[in-house]
């Protein structure tokens, strides 16, 4: 089942399978998030806000590694490490 994925600011509405990380699908489609550790979800650099749709239960620990409790609660999301199984939209 495909799931909708909309990058707001980018203004592209992207329908994929689940199984990637954000990151990997916004590089699929030429939206720009910033990666400076590569993607190893070392930095926190690729931090992107979901506006809608987001699923607090399943923030990875390496979420709650990189970002802070403020962040969680406002649905911030490392992009390499945040695996959407479901249909959101992005800040980005
Ligand atoms: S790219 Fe560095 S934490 Fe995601």
Known sequence: MYITIKFL???KTIEVFPGNTLLAIARENDIRIPSPCGGNALCGG???RVVEGNDP???S???YNKLT???IANNWRLACSFIP???I???I
Do not use: F, P
Request: charged share 40%; aromatic share 10%; proline share 0%.
């Open 9 to 11: 600011k980018s203004s």
């Open 46 to 48: 690729c931090r992107v």
């Open 57 to 59: 239960q399943d923030v």
């Open 61 to 63: 620990a390496e979420e």
């Open 69 to 71: 409790d403020d962040q």
């Open 85 to 87: 199984y479901y249909n």
């Open 89 to 91: 939209s992005v800040d």
